[in-house]
């Protein structure tokens, strides 16, 4: 069974970082393509960021809100997907979905953490 | 603003059709066929319901269905069931620069 359990969320004030981390389980993480999506309170999805597999380069890209603030990193011996969230702004305010990436889609999602960007 | 537009809300009785659609543009919906639905619960995470415009993973009902014209994708669900209430996101592939866009979803009401 497919299990992703992120965790690290918290409260951090504006201009401040904090390190999402998502644990997998179920598959082999390290062939898999990884996406983080984040939902605002009471809004709808948005695509944060995607790394490919290492044997496809391990490259990553990023939704223009987040890019050069925010970078993805992957590792795989401990089977786990990182976040890593620089100058963080109040529009960052969000639940965090650790998802699979298959071909162009989503399959199997997280339970999400929370982050809360306020002074 | 989201990038793709549905509908805020949808209602249907139990055993009867919804369709729920999703419009974007050529650069997105109507220029790949890599259009996907989420179903979410309150408190949930998402679940894949439909990708590819069309195709179900296993598990997901044949109630649930999917279609593309032009630059609008539908998802249509007949035979509606409360567990069925829910909110429904559609997503889409907008190319190398953008990646991936989703609708603002739709609450579907079962009377």
């Known amino acids: 069974e497919v299990q992703l359990v992120e965790s690290g969320g918290g409260l951090v004030k504006p201009g401040g970082s904090l390190r999402l981390s998502c644990a997998a389980s179920?598959?082999?993480?390290?062939?898999?393509?990884m996406s983080w999506v984040r939902q605002a309170p009471g809004k709808g999805l948005e695509w944060v960021g995607r790394?490919?597999?290492?044997?496809?380069?391990?490259?990553?890209d990023y939704a223009a809100p987040v890019k050069g603030r925010f970078t993805i990193s992957r590792d795989d011996s401990k089977n786990t997907l990182y976040l890593q969230m620089n100058s963080l702004k109040t529009e960052d305010t969000a639940v965090y979905y650790c998802?699979?990436?298959?071909?162009?889609?989503?399959?199997?999602w997280g339970q999400g953490t929370l982050v809360t960007v306020s002074s | 603003q989201s990038a793709l537009t549905q509908p805020r809300s949808v209602s249907g009785s139990p055993g009867q059709s919804v369709t729920i659609s999703c419009t974007g543009t050529?650069?997105?919906?109507?220029?790949?066929?890599?259009v996907s639905w989420y179903q979410q619960h309150p408190g949930k995470a998402p679940k894949l319901m439909i990708y590819?415009?069309?195709k179900r993973p296993s598990g997901v009902p044949d109630r649930f269905s999917g279609s593309k014209s032009g630059n609008t994708a539908s998802l249509t669900i007949s035979g509606l069931q409360a567990e069925d209430e829910a909110d429904y996101y559609c997503?889409?592939?907008?190319?190398?620069?953008?990646?991936?866009?989703f609708g603002g979803g739709t609450k579907l009401t079962v009377l």
């Open positions: 998802t699979t990436q298959n071909g162009d889609y989503f399959d199997y």
């Open positions: 179920g598959f082999t993480f390290s062939n898999a393509w």
């Open positions: 790394i490919k597999s290492k044997t496809d380069g391990g490259t990553t």
């Open positions: 050529s650069s997105d919906v109507g220029g790949y066929n890599y």
């Open positions: 590819d415009v069309s």
């Open positions: 997503c889409s592939y907008a190319g190398s620069y953008t990646f991936w866009v």
